[in-house]
């Protein structure tokens, strides 16, 4: 969405897994911030991120992970 004409807020999600590679499966991925144009072609961003993963196998005995990781992404996006 755009704030102003060089300003813009964006927010995106993603989820996949669903217990098709295990016993228990599941990835995801959150991601909000903000977004201004330096130019026609340059894009600088700084956002918060969530991302998170919990696999366990469906074998005896079971084995697995779970991983979650979230803060502060800063970035610069070039668009030709």
């Given amino acids: 969405m755009f704030l102003s004409p060089r300003l813009r807020a964006f927010a995106r999600a993603d989820i996949g897994g669903f217990g098709l590679s295990g016993d228990q499966d599941l990835s995801g991925n959150a ?3 903000v977004g201004y144009a330096v130019g026609n072609n340059t894009n600088l961003t700084l956002s918060w991120r969530y991302q998170g993963v919990k696999y366990r ?3 005896n005995p079971s084995s697995g ?4 990781e979230n803060g502060i992404e800063m970035g610069v996006k070039f668009f030709f």
């Fill in 31 to 33: 991601q909000v911030g």
């Fill in 57 to 59: 196998n469906d074998r």
């Fill in 65 to 68: 992970f779970s991983n979650y």
